[in-house]
């Protein structure tokens, strides 16, 4: 099953799942597939960026900001990740991608994707950092407001040591994309 197998299933089981509440996870449980490995015969690691997209998409669609989004002309974006491996995880082997929104600034939002074995031992931690582009106003939208307009009455925790660094190093290498730094 593909990505859009993965996406359509992710779907059609969010209602059942229930609305995702900040401060809540995600949990996603997949297999390794045929499809998925590289030549070590294990999760390749374009896959596991795709399979952290379906855990982050099920965070927006269960919490109302894909609506929210398209009523407003918004599209939520990537700004960037950084991926660590620990453990390998097995052609056939089922596995878990736990999804959190862990905190946010300003117009940023810090997201984990925890690949989790069966046996709870972590196989892979993605960070991320996304915000929400207002087409009409050529911005990105603070965060606050937006999980003001979700309805959820929670302030973000400051970020950790770890989120701060990830943050400064993702900043200093868009610089560098960008030419400017």
């Known amino acids: 099953m593909y990505v859009w197998g993965r996406m359509a299933r992710m779907v059609a089981t969010a209602r059942r799942r229930g609305a995702?509440?900040?401060?809540?996870?995600s949990r996603l449980s997949f297999r390794c597939l045929p499809t998925d490995v590289d030549t070590n015969l294990h999760l390749n690691n374009a896959r596991y960026m795709m399979l952290a997209d379906v855990g982050r998409i099920d965070i927006f669609l269960r919490a109302?900001?894909?609506?929210?989004?398209r009523r407003n002309g918004w599209a939520p974006m990537m700004g960037g990740l950084q991926a660590v491996y620990v453990?390998?995880?097995?052609?056939?082997?089922?596995?878990?991608?736990?999804?959190?929104?862990?905190?946010?600034?300003?117009?940023?939002?810090i997201g984990r994707h925890r690949f989790?074995?069966?046996?709870?031992?972590?196989?892979?931690?993605?960070?991320?950092?996304?915000?929400?582009?207002?087409f009409k106003n050529r911005r990105f939208v603070p965060i606050d407001a937006i999980v003001e307009e979700l309805g959820a009455r929670i302030a973000p925790r400051p970020p950790s040591e770890e989120e701060r660094i990830f943050m400064a190093s993702h900043a200093g290498l868009r610089k560098l994309a960008k030419g400017t730094g």
């Open 64 to 69: 109302g900001l894909l609506g929210l989004a």
């Open 116 to 134: 989790v074995l069966e046996n709870g031992e972590t196989a892979a931690l993605v960070m991320t950092t996304a915000g929400v582009y207002d």
């Open 87 to 109: 453990r390998e995880i097995r052609l056939w082997k089922r596995f878990d991608v736990v999804s959190t929104v862990e905190t946010w600034e300003d117009t940023q939002v």
């Open 20 to 25: 995702y509440r900040m401060g809540e996870e």
